[in-house]
């Protein structure tokens, strides 16, 4: 595997990066939770038990952003100027995460044009989906990027 940068001509539409494992602690939800969505269902097994869910679920929250943390774990993380992201979109949690699972995510080149406005750029529309250990589609989200082209005289061999 190659450690060479990501540009924006690398990234080209079907393209996909895997991310994960990441495993999620009952520790590791509920000191989460208490900080950022301190609701009885994020914070005790009882609370989740009296709720909708039947027992203790992450934050959705919890959930993007260990998302988050596999997209910048990823061969993305090779992008040249960083992962800088644009914008969000169609953010839908499935299904809720529980402790103990085990999350992985694909991310996906869907479509990508260059910037008329700031010229060395362009914006590469990415579909984010994460799954828990029985393959059950549990966040799924279209992210915007800005990424730097590939400057003049630089080596034209796409990074793989």
């Not at 992985?104 to 479509?111: M, P, Q, S, T």
Request: net charge neutral; charged share 20%.
């Amino acid at each position: 595997m190659s450690e060479s940068k990501l540009y924006f001509e690398d990234l080209n539409p079907g393209r996909v990066f895997q991310g994960g494992p990441v495993t999620l602690g009952v520790e590791e939800l509920t000191t989460f939770a208490s900080q950022y969505d301190p609701q009885p269902f994020h914070l005790t097994e009882s609370g989740g038990r009296a709720s909708v869910f039947g027992s203790l679920v992450a934050s959705g929250w919890q959930t993007a952003s260990l998302t988050m943390r596999m997209f910048t774990s990823s061969d993305l993380k090779r992008v040249a100027n960083g992962l800088i992201g644009l914008q969000i979109d169609k953010l839908t949690f499935h299904q809720p995460v529980r402790p103990g699972d085990v999350l992985r995510a694909e991310f996906d080149v869907l479509n990508r044009k260059r910037s008329q406005s700031k010229p060395g750029f362009g914006v590469v529309h990415t579909g984010w989906r994460t799954y828990n250990q029985q393959g059950s589609m549990v966040l799924s989200l279209e992210c915007a990027i800005w990424v730097a082209t590939r400057p003049s005289g630089a080596n034209d061999e796409v990074s793989v």
